[in-house]
């Protein structure tokens, strides 16, 4: 019997993979079994079902940082999930690790991500519950809300990189095992998330004015460098060469200055930088935005699933409470689907 391509391609695999890295054939299998393609591997495919995706689309509309910003060489949330995934990928290739599965969690990563960004997620923990958390969302985007409530059915290996991806501020080199990809591909991913958002937002910061480039601790430009291409490729090479391998396993490890030197900058940006005056502002904006719909979408069952059926995503309605439904809808919206929607309820429109 003639070998399929995906096959053949996971035969392949084995020459080319590192020992520690995830094989396509060896993935634990999806939520609802179903039958192999003969050209993609299963990883191949949960990228191309992630791509493909409404939630995917929407992040082009959804703060990174700065609030629905008018200037076109801001970051937004999609155009982040592209740098961590490019930088994922170049971490994966020169470890020899699988690039498709940590294309698909990087893409993955996000999907669940509020409007207006972290501002948006803070909200949604006041207003709904202390609970709420994006990457949490992120799985259940991929799991019960795409596809018309049928999920995209993605395997164990992509839902639980999209899960562990982040911690907050936590260890940016954790061990903690429950907060540890099951893949070394899925702590890539992890790690690639920070360094990308440590040089694009400080670079967004910068472009913005929120502060000036002489306020960068000198720790951190003399160790990282003074633009986003030296910081980046340092970042990444430091990470490769300072791993280590252990009884077939790989360690992923920073030096101590480079690393002391991402945990200032990051330190420094939560201080100057997300909790800036600036930023403050248009959270406060953006927190009565979507504290308002939310309440009246939690009073107007009947307006709720009409929005729902136009988002795709009614067939969830009766299977879960009211107020998990508003949480679903708020997290799905892009910024500018939440500004026009609060203009359209509460705001007068003028008679022409």
């Given at each position: 019997m003639n070998m399929s391509l995906r096959e053949d391609f996971e035969k392949r695999e084995n020459g080319f993979l590192a020992e520690f890295g995830c094989r396509s054939s060896e993935s634990k299998g999806r939520l609802t079994e179903e039958a192999q393609c003969q050209i993609r591997t299963v990883f191949q495919r949960d990228r191309d079902r992630i791509v493909f995706s409404h939630a995917f689309r929407r992040l082009k509309h959804k703060t990174q940082v700065f609030l629905s910003p008018l200037g076109d060489h801001y970051r937004t949330r999609l155009t982040h999930t592209l740098e961590v995934a490019q930088i994922a990928r170049t971490i994966a290739r020169a470890m020899r690790l699988n690039e498709d599965l940590?294309?698909?969690?990087?893409?993955?990563?996000?999907?669940?991500?509020?409007?207006?960004?972290?501002?948006?997620?803070?909200?949604?923990?006041?207003?709904?519950?202390?609970?709420?958390?994006?990457?949490?969302?992120?799985?259940?985007?991929?799991?019960?809300?795409?596809?018309?409530?049928?999920?995209?059915?993605?395997?164990?290996?992509?839902?639980?990189?999209?899960?562990?991806?982040?911690?907050?501020?936590?260890?940016?080199?954790?061990?903690?095992?429950?907060?540890?990809?099951?893949?070394?591909?899925?702590?890539?991913?992890?790690?690639?998330?920070?360094?990308?958002?440590?040089?694009?937002?400080?670079?967004?910061?910068?472009?913005?004015?929120?502060?000036?480039?002489?306020?960068?601790?000198?720790?951190?430009?003399?160790?990282?460098?003074?633009?986003?291409?030296?910081?980046?490729?340092?970042?990444?090479?430091?990470?490769?060469?300072?791993?280590?391998?252990?009884?077939?396993?790989?360690d992923l490890c920073m030096s101590e200055r480079v690393l002391s030197a991402m945990i200032d900058l990051r330190k420094f940006l939560y201080e100057n930088v997300y909790r800036s005056d600036q930023v403050h502002k248009e959270f406060v904006k953006a927190k009565k935005i979507l504290s308002e719909l939310y309440t009246y979408f939690l009073e107007n069952s009947e307006k709720l699933k009409s929005q729902l059926t136009t988002m795709e995503m009614a067939k969830t309605l009766k299977e879960q409470p009211q107020d998990r439904n508003v949480a679903d809808f708020i997290a799905s919206m892009t910024d500018r689907y939440a500004m026009a929607l609060y203009s359209k309820l509460f705001l007068p429109s003028p008679l022409v």
């Open positions: 940590t294309e698909a969690i990087a893409l993955g990563h996000d999907l669940g991500h509020t409007p207006f960004g972290h501002s948006g997620e803070t909200t949604l923990k006041e207003i709904y519950s202390q609970a709420f958390c994006h990457n949490d969302q992120s799985l259940r985007v991929v799991d019960v809300l795409e596809n018309k409530g049928k999920g995209l059915n993605l395997t164990y290996e992509v839902r639980d990189g999209i899960l562990k991806h982040s911690k907050g501020f936590g260890e940016i080199l954790t061990k903690d095992p429950d907060e540890m990809a099951f893949t070394i591909e899925g702590r890539v991913v992890r790690i690639s998330d920070i360094m990308a958002y440590l040089n694009h937002d400080l670079d967004d910061a910068i472009r913005s004015g929120v502060i000036r480039r002489e306020q960068i601790p000198p720790s951190c430009t003399k160790v990282l460098g003074q633009t986003h291409s030296e910081r980046a490729t340092l970042m990444i090479r430091d990470l490769i060469f300072s791993s280590k391998i252990k009884d077939g396993k790989l």
